[in-house]
């Protein structure tokens, strides 16, 4: 008995040793894969400006319609150093901002009314789905005939954007909820309002959260389309404005921003739902 | 005193887009204060909706139900639950599951966590309350679940095959653990079970039912002996194998009325 326990000890031992040798082998082996990858993303976008900026230098492309590089961050330096990069880029953001916040929580909103009433869904289903199936920005027009030419009428397009998919994403997420934990709830004669936060609430938060992600790249859509339209400022302003006067630089390095911030607020988004989700 | 709950010709059909089917037909049934009867039947028979009827989540298509005297119209603290499956709340630990009931009815103080904490140590899930329910197996939250029904202390339990998760060796002690429990108490229970022999040791009185549509087939009192006794030891005393052998030939009979001979599984 006792030796063959010796032994046993022996061998897991060993086999402890050899397990953890494989586990760091297969760390090592991840660790690399991630920097290779990473090397080659960042080669990747080295890579295409330098080919952007001898093919203008060189006159393969016109350079007055695509610009290059060095002329677009300059730009860019410029419109930072004298402010004025500043005041579009808080505008468009404070817009962006606005219409994904609303967009979100009145989407929500409008999800639990409905649930609360399966007679009022009902009753709006036809309308929800033909305001979902329509393109929103043809709405454009309207809104700023209401709302006037400025903030409002950009953050209600977004919101004319987002609610609606909102909505739908949340209210099915909370028609989804098996009608047995509800049952369960319900036999220790609970309310509608108690069945609503115990279970339904509960059990569609990791699709209220999954629809931030969905909003935020639709806020950019409605901001930089209602900026289009109204074209007083922001990033879309310059957009406009800089196709206009045929300045492409502007246009260029407005891109450029705008793929940089949008970037860091779906990140910023994406963080949020980690710290939200991971509390469960 | 009315009895606890009483069924007058109740008949309930579920109602479908496609089909409307018959579950129970015409179901007379009165259960007095203190009684823990069983149900039982093939599969299919209506036991779960005439739980459900009786705990008030669903209202019969006709006929009447009272619990305590008064017509129910709705779910009520006073009954508690306890549905086929666990259906624990995935987001909630262990013991925020099994005080749900308590939570619900407003009754969450230190002393109603005390107690649900004993509950589960009782059901021997110490040690797993900051769990969360998908870190158990099955037989462990099927426990939970009925610690979740227990805990409110309703004065008339539905237990819906409770222990049929279980491992013979547990299921003994927790037949045990229960029917003690309500009987010391004074609760009055309603029973569906698939096993025979459970059915007789814990109850004062086991009904058959039939299927197609859902029908009281036949009544077996339990003879005080058996009843008194606990459910561990109910199986050694005398008069227990002639029962269940008479209760197993009405079940085949009762299960071959559709050509399913002996389907008697859950
Ligand atoms: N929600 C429902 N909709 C339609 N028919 C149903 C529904 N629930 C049950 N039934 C039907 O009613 C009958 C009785 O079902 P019930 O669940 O009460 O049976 P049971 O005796 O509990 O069976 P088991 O022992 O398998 O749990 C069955 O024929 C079933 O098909
Ligand atoms: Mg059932």
């Known amino acids: 008995m006792n030796k063959a326990g010796a032994e046993n000890t022996g061998t897991a031992a060993s086999r402890s040793e050899w397990l953890s040798s494989r586990h760091e082998e297969f760390k090592r082996a991840k660790r690399l894969r991630k920097r290779a990858v990473f090397a080659v993303q960042g080669s990747l976008l080295v890579l295409f400006f330098a080919a952007w900026e001898t093919a203008a230098r060189l006159g393969w492309i016109d350079r007055l319609l695509f610009s290059y590089p060095s002329k677009v961050f300059r730009q860019i330096y410029v419109n930072m150093a004298d402010g004025s990069l500043w005041h579009h880029l808080g505008i468009t953001l404070g817009e962006t901002a606005a219409g994904f916040v609303l967009g979100t929580l009145l989407g929500t909103l409008l999800a639990v009314a409905i649930w609360w009433s399966p007679f009022l869904s009902a009753v709006l289903d036809p309308y929800m789905v033909v305001f979902n199936s329509m393109p929103k920005v043809a709405l454009g027009p309207i809104f700023i005939v209401m709302f006037g030419a400025g903030f409002t009428s950009i953050v209600v397009t977004t919101l004319s954007i987002t609610i609606i998919v909102t909505t739908l994403v949340v209210y099915n997420s909370f028609c989804g909820v098996d009608p047995n934990l509800v049952k369960v709830v319900r036999s220790f004669g609970a309310n509608r309002r108690q069945v609503f936060f115990k279970v339904i609430l509960p059990s569609s938060f990791p699709a209220i959260v999954s629809t931030l992600k969905v909003n935020v790249g639709m806020s950019w859509v409605g901001v930089i389309v209602g900026e289009f339209l109204v074209a007083k400022s922001g990033l879309g302003y310059l957009i406009i404005y800089g196709f206009q006067v045929f300045n492409f630089t502007l246009v260029m390095s407005s891109l450029i921003i705008i793929a940089f911030v949008a970037t860091a607020m779906y990140q910023l988004v994406v963080y949020i739902e980690k710290v939200l989700l991971s509390r469960r | ?266």
């Open chain 2, 1 to 266: 005193m009315p009895p606890v709950v009483e069924l007058k010709s109740v008949t309930h059909a579920y109602l479908g887009d496609r089909e409307a089917s018959l579950a129970v037909e015409d179901l007379n049934l009165e259960i007095r204060d203190g009684e823990f009867v069983s149900l039982v039947g093939p599969s299919g028979c209506g036991k779960t909706t005439l739980l459900s009827i009786i705990a008030g989540l669903l209202p019969p298509s006709r006929g009447e139900v009272h619990v305590n005297g008064r017509p129910v119209s709705g779910p009520s603290p006073e009954v508690g639950y306890m549905l086929q499956q666990d259906y624990l709340l995935p987001w909630r630990s262990i013991l925020g599951n099994a005080a749900l009931g308590l939570e619900l009815t407003g009754r969450l103080d230190e002393a109603g966590r005390k107690k649900t904490l004993e509950l589960l140590a009782d059901m021997g899930l110490k040690g797993t309350e900051h769990y969360y329910p998908g870190q158990l197996s099955g037989g462990m939250r099927q426990r939970v679940a009925l610690v979740r029904t227990l805990a409110t202390d309703p004065g008339l339990l539905l237990l819906d095959e409770p222990f049929s998760a279980l491992d013979y060796q547990i299921k003994l002690q927790l037949e045990d653990l229960v029917a003690e429990t309500l009987r010391r108490r004074g609760k009055t229970a309603v029973l569906v079970t698939h096993d025979l022999s459970e059915a007789i040791a814990v109850s004062t009185r086991v009904i058959l039912l039939e299927r197609n549509p859902g029908r009281i087939r036949r009544v077996f009192e339990i003879p005080d002996r058996i009843a008194n006794t606990p459910p561990l030891y109910a199986r050694d005393q005398p008069g227990f194998a002639e029962l269940f052998h008479e209760l197993w030939k009405e079940m085949e009979l009762a299960g071959k009325i559709e050509g399913t001979a002996g389907k008697i599984e859950g």
